[in-house]
């Protein structure tokens, strides 16, 4: 049995059955509930049980450890630190003891790390599997970039979540276990009154931990939306800069920022408060110990040396319940975040999509009987009782008005939803009985806005082919005439291309094979005679590793500089912290002072005072209650920080020149936004605390040990400077392994962002193996990346541990031959051990915020150069607004691309004058489009000026501009949102009339008014719930209530039906009557009467005139291409 169906059986079966995908509805209570999720991630951790093997072997062996060190501690203890003789045979044995342990941890952290990402990258692929064979209603109901949410950010958590429990809870399990069976035998008064106390901690906890996991899906549903959002943007870049409508997305993505904003200070405020109450807790039990302490030792019950080692073992017993108390919050907050993931696995979307198993004998007969559908969306009965039969080889052609129907049937045909009743048949077969793979290869799909996935050419039209062979591929090519313009490509059929951006609908087309969108040159091709297309590759492969505005690669004090720059800006939201900070370390500083005293006082065995005690424990209550304090505000002012640079990052993004969009997939982007701002944000503030505490620590602390012995002191300070050099190395070294990883993990977004938005071409194909192989591919370079990165991480840990080992060793062997010869007693000794741990701890942590620096810098580097760059000041350095009436001057303008710097536009000239229309024909590929591209500033002339009015282009205000001058785009792109904000998209300043005007000039006013929710209608992501007709009259709608003076159409009405085409086309020529219009038109019918129609040819206008002149001219192109239209519709 599969791994998935391991699964499946497990989530389905065993344990009943989980919520399908996408709801949210719980048959049981609540705490069955969190119970059977925590038997799924341990079941979905047992299908990678031969990995964790040896791993659990280790720490199986580091346990048995824990259980004797107690022990040998205690000899080692009484050795050296007693009054009378003392040997160091003991401290050796215990030295041994613990290098062993160290030796035990780096390796099983090294092979553990290996194990976990490996079960990260697994669980990674099959969730994708899980979601890609989903029905098409999943993907209706769920924006591409929340999906990507899921895979890049929670697969970790989920595989990481069982072997760090079972890691954590074995180890202080081992560690209590250890440290009671010794404490009994010191004080079993004491050992009662710690045990006695611990539950009422742990239901404080279970409280916390509820709160947390309802938290955790908060945020995980919060962070999806703000990923959807964003992903909408960067895909639909270019319908916002058509409309300057970047201030409309800022707005959209503010809203949702601010609601995870509002939902993680609620976490925030919950783990700071969980925090405080279990310290508090705590430090109440320490206080007891300390009290009952003092009495057992009035009642010479325990003596001071038994009780100084009462409380040694005490403080790492509380360390090691503490953590195992918050297991269980933190697990709570696993199920939190693991829970929509858990839900789609517990789905089985395979065994519907490959229920068919048939493998009929196909001829081509279609039989549709009594067949109705209702959309799940919004359960809007489409088909009513329909029948039709399609003859074998016969041409059927469906025609009708928008949304009645056509875009369903071939839904249903292509199965991407299944009838509410009646069936189809494929010669007689019900189609659902036939096998998945095999029926879409016997039933192909182009459709009208084909989607184009990564790759190279030959890798396109193979896609979801895995039988092909490379003359299946030359002789597509050839019938589709995709063999004419890639025979002039230096890579030919192995070009990669980032992005296609000379390519015209016709060249998508000719690859994707659809005659109604071809030029006249290629409208003879087959419908049937070809598959695939060219999309972007993955442009952190293609870009350079330095690919800044700047010439210069920014060094690491440069990067650090400018993160210290970002967090200045917030400094007002975090002077609180900083201020409690402050006084915390005020604390630290006098801690080890009165800590010293309370010693004296409470351990020796002479007369002993609780009045020093009482004062550290106040001090100790008082830095409790700062800690917690200053940890809520900082946290707050992290999140803060955090919100504010996504929004800034975003509005950068969205600013930038649209080849920056060419280079960069939406996926990438949004990865960026997710997980990189939050770390940048985090680091300076985390550092600052870190040195700031770690600092006084060391410093109060290393007066103290000064005052026990200089010459043991000495020893510290020369050990530190070694072991500073090793977290230098590896600290360069985790940097580059984390730009690595972050290009590595943008890739893997990429592939699942392009592939769930296209799940409609994937099905359409049976491609979802080939996805798969894509997927699985990235995934795995993620796997070798991160592995140098566990290496790293486990060989650092090791030899930093290592070295303050040997300083230990040393302390102990210079500390016995100091008592030798009389020059530290033995109370002074024990004293200097217990503030080394506590110096050593401190400095650990400040040696290795280098490393951990560098890995942010490698984390944010991609951030920090978007912000570096300053697009909106090019974009919004236009300041003027000059009167607008219509009139386009081009003058000698030369263009070429900066992916490939192909020339693409050739000292082109067009004139045209306010009020005229005017129509670009011309073959695919020669410039009509770079021209519209140009004319929208989506990219700037190589040479020459485009004029509007006698006004250069680049000097008219951003937004003024898009108001005088609207694009209708061949494939429109329409946001989530409903029709109504759609419609008014980016015109901030439209009325309920001006939208309800420019709806019925465009014809949508005629289907709205049949909706249940009419112009509140919610339109889906790229306005999936709207047929292909509709969303281009919503489009056109969108262009007209600006009242522009320029009306550019992209073939606009290409995917109208007859009467709507005609409807639109009146109202088009009755609204435009004082406009210029600029018309692109491969039916070369719909431009006939246009005032004139320029020939573009080769990056130039090769003729121009009206259609009676053009016509004139037998041997120019404009001849030959209405010939060949009108033989090929003939």
Known sequence: MRQEEHVRSWCNGQHGCLPSAGTDSCTENEESENFKLFKTLFHLHSKHWTSFRFPYFLLACECVCSIYEPAMFKQMNKDMFGDGPHVISSCSKWQSLRLFLIILTSIRQHYMGLAKLRATVDLRNLVYENILEQPISFFDQNQSGELSTLLASNCGTIASYTPDLIASVAKDIFFVVGDVMYVVNLSWQLTLLVLVSAPVIGLVTIHFGDKKRMLSEEIVASEARCNGTSGEAFSGARTIRSMAAESNELRKYYLVNEENYSIRSKDVGSDSTHGFLVDFAWRLISWGVYVCGHYLRECNIMDGQGLSVFVVYHCRSLGALTRLIKTYSDGMKTIGKSKKVLEILSSNPKSQLNSGIETPNVVGGITIENVDFAYEINGKRILKSLNLSIAPGQTV?????????????????????????????????????????????????????????????????????????????????????????????????????????????????????????????????????????????????MLRRDDRIENEEPGSFALFRTIFNIHIKHWNAFRLPYLLLAAECVCFLYEPILYKRMQSDMFRDGPHDLSSCVKWQLVRLVTIILLSTKEYYMGLAK???????????????????????????????????????????????????????????????????????????????????????????????????????????????????????????????????????????????????????????????????????????????????????????????????????????????LIKLHSEGMKTIGKSKKVLDLLSSDPKSKLLSGTEKPSVIGGITIEDVDFAYEIDGKRILKSLNLSIAPGQTVALVGPSGHGKSTLVSLLQRFYAPSSGRILLDGTPIENIDHKFYHSKVALVAQEPVLFSGTIRENILYGYDEGSEEDMMRVARMANVDEFVSKMADGYDTVCGERGVRLSGGQKQRVAIARALVRNPQVLILDEATSALDVESEALVQEALSRCSQDMTVLVIAHRLSTVRNADKIAVIENGSVSAQGTHEELMEDSEGTYFKLVTRQSNVIG
């Open 639 to 845: 999140l803060r920080a955090t919100v504010d640079l996504r929004n800034s990052v975003h509005e950068n993004i969205l600013h930038q020149p649209i080849s920056f969009f060419d280079q960069n997939q939406s996926g990438e982007l949004s990865t960026l936004l997710s997980s990189n701002c939050g770390t940048i944000a985090s680091y300076t503030p985390e550092l600052i605390a870190s040195v700031a505490t770690d600092v006084f620590m060391v410093i109060g602390d290393g007066m103290l040990l000064l005052t026990c012995s200089w010459q043991l002191t000495l020893t510290i300070l020369l050990s530190a400077p070694a072991i500073s050099f090793v977290s230098i190395y590896f600290g360069n070294e985790r940097k580059m392994i984390s730009e690595e990883t972050v290009a590595s993990d943008s890739r893997c977004s990429g592939i699942t962002g392009e592939a769930f938005s296209g799940a409609r071409t994937i099905r359409s194909m049976a491609a979802e193996s080939n996805e798969l192989r894509r997927y699985n591919l990235v995934n795995e370079e993620y796997y070798n990346i991160r592995s140098k990165d566990v290496g790293s991480d486990s060989s650092h840990g090791f030899l930093v541990n290592f070295g303050w080992r040997l300083d230990s060793l040393l302390i102990y062997w210079y500390g016995h031959y100091l008592r030798k010869y009389n020059r530290l007693d033995g109370q002074e000794f024990h004293t200097f051990v217990i503030y080394h741990f506590r110096a050593i701890y401190a400095l650990t942590r």
């Open 397 to 541: 052609a469906l025609v009708g008005p928008s949304g009645h129907g056509k875009s369903t049937i071939v839904s249903l045909l292509q199965r991407f939803y299944a009838p509410t009743s009646g069936r189809i048949l494929l010669d007689q077969t019900p189609i659902v009985n036939i096998d998945h793979k095999f029926y879409h290869s016997k039933v192909a799909l182009v459709g009208q806005e084909p989607v184009l996935f990564s790759g190279t050419i030959r890798e396109n039209i193979l896609y979801g082919y895995d039988e092909g062979t490379e003359a299946d591929m030359i002789r597509v090519a050839r019938m589709a005439n995709v063999d004419e313009f890639v025979s002039k490509m230096t890579g030919g059929y192995d070009t990669v291309i980032v992005w296609w951006p000379e390519a015209e609908g016709g060249y998508r087309q000719s690859v994707g094979s659809q005659s109604s969108d071809l030029d006249p040159r290629r409208g003879h091709v087959c419908p049937g005679c070809g598959i695939g297309g060219v999309g972007s590759a993955s442009s952190w492969q």
